[in-house]
């Protein structure tokens, strides 16, 4: 799983967050542990890398919900889950000096 959050965000911050919501998942298991990592620094985002363990038959409805509570979490904390944006610049030229 991969949670995109703002360069401004605490990091810290997001994967304390994540953590809580794996920890309070039944579905996760506790061995092997899950990782938490920050993955890769992108265009627009700081993304954290989320691998938890489950039973194959809990994998996709784990998933969902994970991705669901941990929005919802960003969202109550304060942590920004950026898109990708574009700055456009306008100059205009003095016509009379053409």
Known sequence: ??????????????????????EEDERVLKEP?????????GDSSVDLYVR????????????FALNKDIKERFDREGITIPF???????FQTDKSAD
Request: aromatic share 8%.
């Open 33 to 41: 542990e899950p990782m938490i990592v920050v993955g890769e620094l």
């Open 1 to 22: 799983m991969v949670f995109g959050i703002s360069y401004s965000d605490d990091i810290n911050k997001a994967m304390r967050i994540i953590r809580e919501a794996l």
């Open 52 to 63: 938890p363990w489950t039973k194959s038959a809990d994998l996709w409805s784990t998933r």
């Open 84 to 90: 990708p944006q574009r700055d456009v610049h306008v």
